[in-house]
């Protein structure tokens, strides 16, 4: 039996389980579908050879699919348990080229205490690659149950 999570059993320092995903055309080019984002940036290998924008000769993940891969840490870990995602920011800081290997994590960074049945935690959430360069970082909000 898997423990439910709840807003005493959370810590700070608390570590979600990560998610870590490798990057192929062929999974940006099913998101450039489901987000009807087909910039050539994400889905055209023989422009990006010549058109090498952010230095790279190289089609790119979208920031959206990045942003979605670090809210499924937060929902397959809070959802379980009746839990939510009441807000998430995130900072894009490095382009993911096709080839990378991304991991996706988070840690328990707050816990806020604001009463009964409106009480949150603060998650600090990242997105590295292969290289253990951050490409992506971010904060959640996340509400369990008491």
Not at 37 to 50: A, L
């Amino acid at each position: 039996m898997v423990n439910k999570l709840t807003f005493k059993t959370v810590n700070c320092g608390d570590l979600l389980p990560e998610i870590e995903q490798h990057i192929n055309q062929e999974i940006i080019w099913k998101h450039a579908v489901a987000s009807l984002d087909y910039n050539p940036v994400h889905t055209h290998p023989e422009w990006c050879k010549t058109a090498q924008v952010f230095g790279l000769p190289v089609p790119v993940m979208h920031g959206n699919q990045t942003m979605s891969l670090m809210a499924s840490v937060v929902t397959n870990w809070a959802y379980p348990s009746g839990g939510w995602l009441k807000k998430m920011e995130v900072k894009l800081i490095k382009p993911v080229p096709v080839g990378s290997t991304c991991t996706y994590g988070a840690m328990v960074a707050e816990k806020h205490f604001a009463g009964e049945g409106k009480n949150y935690i603060t998650l600090d959430l990242w997105a590295q690659n292969q290289d253990n360069e951050k490409v992506a970082v971010g904060t959640a909000d996340v509400m369990l149950p008491a």
